[in-house]
């Protein structure tokens, strides 16, 4: 090992930390897995889809602009305002704030770079195939067209034949799977990269918001992708989870897409009014008034959005207990809303206001924000829900909340970060004007469809009449919309040139009190060239000195050792570093990963099933071997890192990133099993043609044997962990382990395949199939983790100082044993009980 | 409600303008007031008389006494209506309504989920396969009205309307025991 490099100069430091750093040119940028690459690429491949998305928007209102057009059919209208709506939010809205928050983040925070880049890169590749599959569908004519809603029956098998629909489902669940991963790296990131000294309490306002926000995206999005998978199933294999002829019901889609379908705006919005948070400040020239208050009214909203779902459902006929209940909380949301908007006004009533481009585009966002939010409180009342429920008001309604909460603010940031990503300044020639058309085109265009709601006019309809009254409004929106459309055309040239012609400036354009600035401009790959510590709040920092200090490394790590890409972790309540957390160099890795996901997805859209099961075990394999030299093959003790102090690598460390990242993921397995259980409780409940006509004869050895094997993983898994610390001998324990699983999962097979009925028979057939598959496929992904600890223990990955393999495997055998329980135990136990 | 939302809509941007505007005049009121009287104040006394109000108006849309029932059934891409109370009589495509007297519409469906509703009668209700939602409604004068399906419901969902014929009482018990299968002229 080599000494640490004394950091001579600024400049030979950079030279040293670009070499280790720094992503290749040519081709090694499908390498690329640096945070700030990434981050830009997940938001430009996002304003790209939202530039498509817009071009459907102008082909509807093309549509309706006059009664009677003849411009689109029923069948390419239905796929358009379909793809519209998917676009905007699965393919616009949240792999934008992703991108910003990947960019951002690290640079806030005072790292080199997130957590994991790797899953960063691999879910950047997910995001980008599953939009280029949806895309190809709506090229080639096969888009989904059933709503972005997809309810079901309208969506299953029957009614929706072709692949339209299979389009959706696979297309979207690969998107999710980028959406989780980012979640998970966004978390543990927050939690423990960041620099010494900055405790949560001491956080810029807009970590606080992306932490929030992650959180919900790990429990929000499971039951998506749960409802998608069962959806899929039922599609393609015939298990009638939604058919109510079969003992499914369709309500219960409309459940779990709506339980991540309300946090989702939620999920949109906060991340915006980070950005705010972070914005106005700046140009109220104080830190922001009641940073407690805002922060409490974050995790207020949050609870609140998923208790609120079904208020997309007054209309379904629930019970009216259940409508009061969730009529009131829908209506609660507006206090923490108005909190963090009386925030703001104090915030800029207190400081010395200072206007410029973001605050045009922020004025933008509170006028048309706060009308949406007013026709929201309205919508949540039921009566006039009943009324306004599915017709134009509800489509200006949302787009009031979705473009004012999200594309204002969004396009305030543009204006005030761009200049960090190019180095340049923005000069306002185009800006403004682009501004106002925006704003006029968007109120002419939306204002107007309030009122064409109220005259009665139902939401995706191709086409009207012309008797009806409707004729002028939807004129007039028509024209709105295409000055809206010119409004955007006028700030995609604004940045063009700015990015081409625009002066350069050293740091912090806008005077502001947050770390990103303080890195150099455009960044560098390292980031910051030392870490700072930070003993304030770090929303009131001066960049500008902060900045030239670190570049001349005079803060932690300010040096290259090993050519390790070394960035600090901390304990997450002290913010005392406690670990050197060295990052993986590009790799090729997580783009062959992301192509062989996405043969799986497509050869399942083909159904071409074999080929699926292929590419699965071959992401299964790729996923072992990615993980065969990560960590160090060797104990280092403790380092120094600069100031007098040392940190073991993170690999000794006792909270690693990845025993954190193992945390979150159980969190949303969990939450992933608790819809499936609730979907089985609702179907036992609520479904119409129940009780089922026969249930499981399982006698009694093979639940017992399941149960005894599901117990046995985890207490060979502590063995292994034992023997390891013991310096005794782990192979024996692994073996015990993979002969734990391969008993169960034979056990359980056994029960699937001769104990059940036939899955496509009943909904309690096939959900109690789902239920067990769910245990089988925990099974095999912990073989995966014996497999992989097998390998490493050879290799001497795993070694009693270096243990986390061990512990990981264990919290997921853990998981497994308890969740595989309570499935049995639904299966098997429950039948008995109720049948008697 | 329109014009509360207009008075807290002016509020909103009236502030904005202050506090940029006038900030020295807007930072007397400390920033703790600000949080207070906005976040937690203002909506205390909004909310709450609205959602009373809305629970009052929303149980009276809801059926709990018995009146004449009607049955509503959707399909892909029509409406049937049927009049128990009538002997059976079947109208497709027209719905008939007494005027002056609560209805309760039945509403269900055979194939996709469908949604019965007549804009110029208050309420809407989906038609769900599997289940049995019931609306009330009360038409007003005589005359005709139009309904049409709010739950998008595939290919044909655009032209799936219907017609409301509202007559008075003698008028509605014709209607229904000449069967009248076509919208009248
Ligand atoms: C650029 C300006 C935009 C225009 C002119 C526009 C226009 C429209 C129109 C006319 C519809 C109704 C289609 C129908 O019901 O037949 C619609 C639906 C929708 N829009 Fe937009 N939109 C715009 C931007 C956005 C944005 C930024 C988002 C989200 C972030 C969004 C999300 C949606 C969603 C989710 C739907 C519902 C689709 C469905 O019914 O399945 N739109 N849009
Ligand atoms: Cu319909």
């Known amino acids: ?836 | 409600m329109i014009a509360g939302s207009t008075a807290l809509f002016a509020l909103m941007v009236g502030l904005f303008a202050l506090v940029i505007w006038r900030p020295h005049w807007a930072a007397q009121v400390s920033g703790r007031s600000w949080i207070i009287w906005g976040g937690l104040v203002l909506p205390a006394l909004v909310l709450p008389p609205l959602v009373v109000v809305s629970l009052i108006a929303g149980e009276r849309l809801m059926p709990s006494d018995a009146v004449p029932r009607i049955e509503a059934e959707a399909r892909q891409w029509h409406w049937t209506f049927r009049y128990p109370d009538h002997g059976g009589a079947e109208t497709e495509g027209i719905l008939h309504l007494p005027s002056g007297q609560p209805v309760d519409i039945v509403i269900t469906s055979l194939d996709v989920i469908h949604s019965f509703w007549v804009p110029r009668l208050a309420g809407k209700m989906d038609a769900v396969p599997g289940r049995v939602n019931v609306l009330r409604v009360m038409a007003g004068a005589p005359g005709p009205l139009e309904g049409l399906c709010a739950e998008f419901c595939g290919l044909d969902h655009t032209t799936m309307r219907f017609d409301v014929q509202v007559h008075d009482p003698e008028g509605f018990a014709a209607a229904l025991t000449t069967p009248v299968f076509a919208p009248p002229p």
Not at chain 1, 228 to 256: C, K, V
Not at chain 1, 632 to 649: F, K, W
């Open chain 1, 1 to 836: 090992m080599t000494a640490p490099m004394p950091a001579t100069s600024p400049i030979r430091l950079h030279k040293a930390l670009t070499r280790i750093w720094a992503t290749g040119p040519g081709w090694q940028r499908l390498a690329a897995v640096n945070h700030s690459v990434v981050g830009i690429r997940f938001m430009v491949t996002a304003a790209v889809f939202f530039a498509i998305g817009g071009m459907l928007a102008m082909l509807i209102r093309a549509q309706l602009a006059t009664p009677g057009s003849a411009f689109l059919g029923p069948e390419i209208y239905n796929q358009i305002f379909t793809m519209h709506g998917t676009i905007m939010m699965f393919l616009f809205a949240i792999p934008m704030l992703e991108g910003l928050a990947l960019y951002m983040l690290p640079k806030m925070l005072g790292a080199r770079d997130l957590a994991f880049p790797r899953l960063s890169a691999y879910g950047y590749w997910c995001y980008l195939f599953g939009g280029m599959i949806l895309i190809g569908a709506l090229v080639a004519g096969v888009a989904p067209q059933s709503g972005w809603f997809m309810y079901t029956p309208l969506s299953s098998d029957v009614y929706s034949p072709g692949i339209n629909a299979d389009v959706w489902l696979l297309g979207v669940t690969f998107v999710e799977i980028s959406a989780l991963t980012m979640a998970v790296e966004l978390t543990v990131s927050i939690l423990k990269l960041r620099a010494p000294g900055m405790t949560l309490a001491r956080m810029p306002i807009f970590a606080w918001y992306i932490l929030v926000t992650a959180l919900m995206m790990v429990v929000g999005f499971p039951p998506l992708i749960l409802g998608s998978i069962l959806l899929e199933m039922e599609r393609a294999f015939g298990l009638p989870f939604f058919d109510p002829e079969r003992g499914g019901d369709p309500l219960l889609w409309q459940h779990l897409f709506w339980l991540f379908g309300h946090p989702e705006v939620y999920i949109i919005f906060l991340p915006a009014a980070g950005a705010l948070s972070t914005m106005i400040p700046t140009f109220a020239q104080r830190p922001l008034v009641g940073y407690r208050a805002v922060v409490a009214s974050i995790i207020v909203m949050a609870f609140l959005s998923f208790g609120i779902w079904v208020h997309h459902m007054f209309t379904t006929g629930i019970p009216h207990l259940a409508l009061a209940f969730f009529s009131l909380g829908s209506a609660l949301v507006a206090v923490p809303t108005a909190v963090q908007m009386f925030a703001w006004l104090a915030t800029l009533a207190h400081g010395r206001p200072r206007w410029d481009v973001p605050m045009l585009y922020i004025f933008g966002f509170i006028a048309v924000f706060v009308c949406g939010g007013l026709t929201g409180v309205m919508l949540a009342m039921v009566p006039f829900n009943w009324q306004a429920h599915d017709s134009y008001f509800v489509v200006a309604h949302f787009h009031y909340v979705l473009v004012g909460g999200f594309v204002f603010p969004m396009l305030a940031a543009l204006y005030y970060w761009m200049p960090h990503v190019t180095g340049r300044l923005s000069v306002h020639r185009l800006s403004v004007p682009a501004f106002w058309m925006i704003f006029a085109g968007f109120n002419v265009t939306f204002l107007t469809m309030h009122l064409t709601g109220l005259l009665g006019m139902p939401r995706r309809v191709y086409t009207y009449l012309g008797h009806e009254g409707w004729t002028g409004l939807n004129l007039l929106s028509s024209v709105g919309s295409f000055v809206l459309t010119m409004g955007f055309a006028l700030i995609a040239a604004d940045i063009f040139l700015q990015r081409r012609f625009a002066p350069r400036f050293r740091r912090d354009p806008w005077r502001a009190g947050t770390l990103e600035w303080a890195t150099p401009t455009p960044p560098a790959a390292y980031g910051f060239a030392s870490l700072p510590r930070i003993d304030v709040r770090a929303d009131s920092l001066s960049p500008f000195d902060i900045g030239q200090q670190l570049a001349a490394g005079e803060g932690y790590l300010g040096m290259a050792r090993n050519g390790w890409q070394e960035t600090l972790g901390v304990d997450i309540t002290t913010a005392e570093p406690d670990q050197i957390v060295i990052l993986p160099r590009p790799t090729y890795l997580p783009l062959i990963l992301a192509l062989v996901t996405g043969v799986a997805v497509l050869s399942m859209l083909f159904k071409v099933y074999v080929l699926a099961i292929l590419a699965a075990i071959a992401v299964a394999g790729l996923f072992v071997w990615g993980a065969r030299s990560s960590g160090q093959p060797v104990d280092h003790g403790p380092l120094p890192i600069g100031h007098g102090l040392s940190a073991p690598p993170h690999p000794e460390a006792a909270t690693s990133p990845p025993v954190l990242a193992m945390g979150v993921t159980l969190i949303a397995d969990g939450a992933f099993f608790t819809s499936l259980i609730f979907g089985v409780i609702y179907l036992w409940l609520v479904a119409p043609n129940w009780p089922p006509p026969e249930v499981i004869e399982a006698g009694l050895a093979l639940p017992l044997i399941v149960a005894a094997g599901l117990v046995a993983g985890p207490i060979a898994a502590r063995g292994a962990a034992a023997a390891l610390r013991g310096k005794g001998s782990v192979m024996p324990w692994l073996s015990a382990q993979a002969v734990a699983l391969l008993t169960t999962l034979a056990a359980l097979v056994w029960l699937i395949a001769v104990a059940l009925p036939d899955p496509q028979t009943h909904g309690y057939a096939a959900a109690s199939f789902a239920l067990l598959a769910y245990v089988c496929l925990h099974l095999g992904i912990a073989g995966l983790f014996v497999i992989s600890n097998a390998n490493r223990l050879r290799s001497g990955h795993i070694a009693p100082r270096r243990d986390h393999d061990l512990r990981l495997t264990r919290a997921w055998q853990d998981f497994t044993a308890l969740s595989g329980l309570i499935a049995v135990g639904f299966v098997v136990i429950l039948p008995w009980l109720v049948t008697g």
